[in-house]
């Protein structure tokens, strides 16, 4: 039996997800000795986004009274969760990102959570690093929705998953199909019961400011079967921080874009890896086994 470790991982999930497909994930890291959490993203929580019954939501309404939630209240949510592990508790924490998360996870890494950071200062727990996988990695400067948009005079681009309603780019988007798109690795039964929990969300409007990946370890995981955001794309989003001098530790993993819930255990050992690395690279005992 593995021991417990003074770390912990925190989860940002994709857009139009709750927490709930993550849970398998949690479970297999909270089994390798890891405290795991999954926060909710506001921007995609069915009771914030004024539809109605959420369990029979009509996303034709309007937006509720003084817009949508913001991508940065996505950060405030995991950015209070990281105080509370690192302030108050002390723990080294991985920052761990999947899809639209990417952003999420990247804003909120900031300069004073960072473990480096704390022992200048004198202090002991922070973040360790960042680990990505089939996930956004957004320059600096640039949000989510204008990075994958042509260039100015060109009419929007979305991928054929997303479905908008009334309202359009001002709504809320939604994922269609998402058995193949999201679950397309999972037994189909299994995809539909999955693509069931997901939700809806607006556009990611918001630039990067934080340049977290300059100053912490960062690993990604390319998605080798990924529907939804081809492992082209994965790819190319690392190679533009490559050459902005940024190094990440490189993992595959022949899964779709859910290997949370397809690929369980092969994505655990990886972060294990990565965090193995991480303690041999600053001379620190992260793991205690």
């Known amino acids: 039996m593995t021991a417990s470790r003074n770390i912990a991982v925190v989860i940002c999930h994709g857009s139009y997800h709750t927490p709930a497909p993550y849970g398998p994930f949690n479970s297999a890291l909270e089994a390798q000795g890891f405290e795991a959490y999954c926060p909710q993203r506001p921007t995609c929580d069915l009771a914030n986004l004024n539809v109605g019954d959420i369990n029979n939501p009509d996303f034709d309404r309007e937006p509720p009274a003084g817009g949508y939630p913001s991508d940065t209240e996505d950060v405030e949510v995991v950015t209070k969760l990281l105080s509370q592990l690192i302030n108050n508790e002390e723990k080294q924490v991985l920052v761990v990102a999947h899809s639209s998360g990417g952003w999420v996870a990247t804003q909120a890494a900031v ?3 960072q473990a480096t950071t704390r022992k200048h200062q004198g202090k002991t727990g922070g973040i360790i690093g960042l680990f990505y ?4 990695v957004i320059p600096v400067g640039v949000s989510v929705n204008s990075f994958f948009q042509p ?3 060109e009419p929007p681009a979305y991928p054929p998953f997303l479905r ?3 309202h359009g780019l001002s709504g809320l988007g939604t994922i269609a199909n998402p058995a193949h798109f999201m679950f397309n690795d999972l037994d189909p039964e299994e995809g539909k019961r999955w693509g069931s929990t997901l939700t809806a969300a607006p556009v990611m409007s918001t630039p990067l400011t934080n340049d977290a990946y300059s100053v912490l ?4 995981v390319v998605l080798d079967n990924d529907l ?3 492992k082209e794309y994965q790819e190319m989003m690392v190679g533009l921080q490559s050459q902005q001098g940024t190094s990440f530790t490189m993992y595959n993993a022949p899964a779709g874009h859910s290997p949370h819930l397809s690929w369980t255990g092969g ?3 990886q972060v294990v890896g990565f965090v193995d690395k991480i303690g041999m690279d ?3 005992g992260f793991l205690t086994c």
């Open 111 to 113: 300069p004073e959570l």
């Open 133 to 136: 996988y089939g996930a956004f």
């Open 151 to 153: 260039k100015e005079g």
């Open 164 to 166: 908008f309603y009334k």
């Open 217 to 220: 370890p960062c690993a990604y």
């Open 228 to 230: 939804s955001l081809p």
């Open 267 to 269: 994505l655990v050992g």
């Open 282 to 284: 600053k001379g620190r």
